[in-house]
């Protein structure tokens, strides 16, 4: 399994820290970035997470959230969230403004297996909000843009208005990362890609294949006909890396909630090596 | 620095990379390169078309016409893909609009030859139509994940 980082050091998992709002950034209709700032300072001093690992946000009153952290990880001191309006937490804060306190566990989870793509090339595969628990690979990966191969970003969404980020992507590209967008349905305007994100990994040239380790966040169906691809493009199927969701509850593989077989998403993921879950992914009820 | 001869385009794009030098030099044989600019119309919805292109590299957007809502794109094709397939497996009529987005080469085969190369030397012809089946099975499919909508839950 990929390697899991622990909490605060000697911290307890339970323990919420207090977090405000420094600031709120609209991404598309009902997704917004928070950027969060701990009120006590020595926490910020301590807090460090890996590309891919999640917060639980506490909303006093409402209940608890998991939201996969989108920073970069060598950015101290603020953390910011993508976070998609889709239940009661996410609904309540999406009606918070800056200033605003409520409380953060974390970090939780696996992250992407940053040290094992370095040396080679890397894909990235993904679709609409899955690009948040990327972002933070994307930096990782540009801050150590010299000890990697190629680096491709594949990222599509239902129309033009669902992409994140677009106002990055030009910086992306000028630090080393090939940037190419799709949709599933274009609009008068677009003048992009028209198909789906698979279709890209399909049609890009892969050069050493065997050296190449991909990144897959997003819709199941998405990442499987992504991992089905790349695996007929000759990528091996234990560098094929997906991120899963699931109703994580407890964060630490007690509840079991999130139970995925034998995995907890929460403790054992939820970036999980894909040779590891694909016999479960296209199982029902699972 | 040099074009590219056909033969060597064919030994890197996905839908000829698999076949045999034999097969390979045997298509070149029947194939004319052109080079389209952003603008340049393939093949056009309704009409007849006689080719089947390759594209070897830029890209072609695929349009329909719908009554009401005009052109309305539905896909985007880049190198290693092959359009205008009903020249070859329809009845020659074209059931969309290719138009090249920007300057886009491709590698174009008269249907006539084509046919002619595949009926005569099946050697040739069988995994070339077995390339085009699996080049018909990805557009499906890719079509397939289109109809699921799979990121409709994010939109409002």
């Not at chain 1, 000890?147 to 969404?157: D, N, P, R, S, V």
């Not at chain 1, 599933?184 to 677009?190: F, K, L, M, N, S």
Request: with cysteine; glycine share 10%.
């Amino acid at each position: 399994m990929n390697p899991v980082s622990p909490c605060l050091p000697n911290a307890d998992p339970w323990l919420a820290h207090t977090v405000r709002i420094a600031s709120i950034t609209d991404e598309i209709q009902d997704v917004a970035t928070y950027r969060l700032e701990f009120v006590d300072a020595a926490i910020a001093d301590e807090f460090s997470f890996l590309p891919g690992q999640f917060n639980m946000l506490y909303l006093p009153g409402v209940g608890e959230a998991a939201i996969s952290i989108s920073s970069d990880p060598q950015q101290r001191g603020v953390l910011d969230h993508t976070v998609r309006v889709a239940g009661n937490v996410t609904g309540e804060l999406a009606r918070l403004n800056a200033g605003a306190t409520f409380g953060l566990r974390g970090p939780f989870g696996s992250a992407w297996p940053i040290d094992e793509c370095v040396g080679g090339d890397v894909v990235i595969v993904t679709g609409g909000i899955g690009l948040a628990p990327l972002r933070p690979a994307i930096h990782e990966l540009l801050n150590r843009r010299d000890e990697c191969g190629q680096l491709t970003l594949l990222y599509g969404a239902r129309e033009p208005s669902g992409l994140l980020y677009t106002n990055e992507f030009d910086d992306w590209r000028q630090r080393g990362f090939d940037v190419a967008v799709t949709v599933d349905r274009g609009t008068d305007a677009w003048k992009g890609n028209v198909g789906v994100v698979p279709q890209l990994l399909d049609r890009m040239p892969l050069e050493n294949p065997e050296q190449t380790t991909v990144l897959c966040c997003g819709p199941e169906v998405m990442m499987w006909f992504a991992a089905r691809s790349a695996l007929g493009r000759g990528v091996p199927a234990e560098r094929i890396w997906v991120s899963l969701e699931r109703n994580m509850n407890c964060a630490i593989g007690l509840c079991g909630h999130c139970q995925f077989g034998p995995s907890f998403i929460c403790k054992d993921g939820p970036v999980l090596r894909y040779d590891q879950v694909a016999p479960l992914l296209r199982v029902e009820g699972f | 620095m040099a074009q590219p001869t056909i033969t060597e385009q064919l030994a890197k794009l996905q839908f000829t990379k698999d076949l045999s030098e034999l097969t390979r030099t045997a298509l070149a044989g029947i194939a004319q390169q052109r080079t389209l600019i952003a603008g340049d119309i393939v093949c056009r919805e309704g009409q007849s078309s006689r080719e089947l292109f390759l594209i070897a590299s830029g890209h072609v957007a695929l349009d329909m016409f719908v009554p009401g809502r005009g052109q309305v794109r539905i896909l985007t094709l880049g190198p290693g893909e092959v359009l205008a397939w009903s020249s070859i497996v329809g009845n020659h009529g074209s059931t969309a609009t290719g138009t090249a987005v920007e300057e886009t080469h491709v590698i174009a085969f008269r249907d006539e030859e084509f046919m002619q190369l595949c009926q005569s030397n099946h050697d040739v012809g069988y995994p070339v139509m077995r390339e085009l089946a699996k080049a018909i099975s990805r557009r499906l499919v890719s079509t397939r994940l289109q109809l699921l909508d799979l990121f409709a839950h994010e939109s409002a």
